[in-house]
């Protein structure tokens, strides 16, 4: 009982002392906005301890990788300082899992166990939420592979009709409304950028950079290439890309087909099981009466 004791009023009196003395150099990083961190008040010690070890230094691959995933889902602006935080809240969660395993320990009668489950829980915490941002980044790029095919569509009936690709464009992103949507949320940008006197050219690499998709990436080139060519052979050329994505768009969903099967094969096999001894253990039982 003393070790949980001691281990908890370490924490807690090390958070407290880092708070008081390290809090106001990170203030300014509690007003970035950023979805789904709920401990951003706890965050100034883990800040500093990040920033003392030079983590990123350390581990240039994984805060790389999550830096890249932010991006994706935070857009570029302060995407080093949301990293930052990002990394923070899987450290609050370790300390907070530490505190609770403490507290377990000395309440309950589980003794040590409530440490030890509380080390595993703070261990495995960080990587689940890092697999968490992993997921939304994987089904954002397939949400905008899956659009990208009728976009296009649209851009090419439109074009065909005689519409420049601007305006084109601007027509579809006006037709979606305020649809929440990966794609056109950037697209949206795009336009804004447009409108702000920003050149079509400048705005589209731009759409590209934000989107980070390989698909959108040739989408923007062959626009880029061909935009000033105009008709005939614009159209054919965003055709042929159609059908490539199109072919894209099949393979995505297949994947996620064969994805939801495999996510039903467990429960089909635990339902076979619960029948097999619901329809035998009567007659074993009858057996050997």
Known sequence: ??????????????????????????????????????????????????????????????????QHAIQKMYGIQHSGEKTLLYSAEMLTYTWLMLLVGCLLSLVGDIGIGGLAGGTVLGALLPFALYKDLSSKVQRRDQDILVELPELLNRIVLLVGAGETVQRAIMHCVASQGERDHPLYNELRKTVHDLNNGYSFQQSFEQFSRRCGVQEVTIFTTTVLLNFRRGGGDFVLALRDLSHVLWEKRKAVSRAKGEQASSKLVFPMVLIFFTIVVMIGAPAFMMMNM
């Not at 301890?49 to 990788?65: N, W």
């Open 1 to 66: 009982m003393l070790l949980p004791a001691i281990f908890g009023g370490m924490l807690g009196i090390g958070w407290l002392i880092l708070d008081r003395t390290q809090g106001q150099t990170y203030r300014h990083l509690r007003k970035l906005e950023m979805e789904g961190l709920r401990f951003k008040k706890l965050h100034a010690p883990f800040l500093f301890l990040l920033d003392k070890f030079e983590v990123g230094r350390r581990l240039p691959v994984v805060m790389f990788r999550m």
